[in-house]
């Protein structure tokens, strides 16, 4: 909501380093690299998704959480998820040559991690608003990053 992140996840080369929590002078710039990634992102999401009580037009067509495409960054490809509490999802998306990532795909990997979000806040102990340390969390997630990376690359 604030645009603090909640968790900042990192897959590279089938490995998963979480990137609020683990810093080494060994990662560092790499880890920055990433943080600047989002943090750019958030401005075309604050663009494209407007809060409530700034001035719209009022539309009787359904609004998607999910914001789409929102620019390119250096080898990635950023997308914007915001759901209807303003906790924002986004996604960078390494480009690969010759092929192109299915919307679809990113759609429902959004939704899907959106979801994953929502059980985490079902329980009593998560305070809202908060950091993600659940190992459990974190292992759903990387599951979901594992069969996005599968459908994707047999595409």
């Given at each position: 909501k604030?645009?603090?992140p909640?968790?900042?996840?990192v897959y590279?080369?089938s490995?998963?380093v ?15 690299r ?9 401005d ?6 407007k809060?409530p009580?700034?001035n ?6 359904k609004v ?8 390119p960054?250096e ?5 914007g ?9 986004i ?5 690969q040559?010759?092929t192109g ?6 759609q ?15 329980n009593p102990?998560?305070?809202i608003g908060q950091r ?6 974190q292992?759903e ?5 594992k069969?996005f990376?599968?459908?994707n690359?047999?595409a």
């Open positions: 604030e645009n603090d909640l968790l900042l996840r590279k080369d490995l998963a979480d990137g609020l929590t683990n810093w080494t002078s060994e990662n560092d710039e790499g880890i920055l990433y943080h600047y990634i989002i943090y750019c992102s958030l075309m999401v604050e663009e494209r998704h809060q009580g700034q719209v037009v009022p539309t009787t067509t998607s959480m999910y914001l789409g495409y929102l620019c960054f080898e990635f490809h950023v997308y998820y915001v759901s209807n509490t303003h906790i924002k999802i996604v960078a998306v390494e480009e040559v010759g990532t299915a919307q679809p795909e990113l429902k990997f959004c939704k899907e991690v959106h979801q994953l979000y929502a059980n985490q806040l079902q102990f998560v305070a993600v340390t659940s190992q459990k969390f292992e997630l990387d599951k979901l990053v069969g990376n599968a459908r690359s047999s």
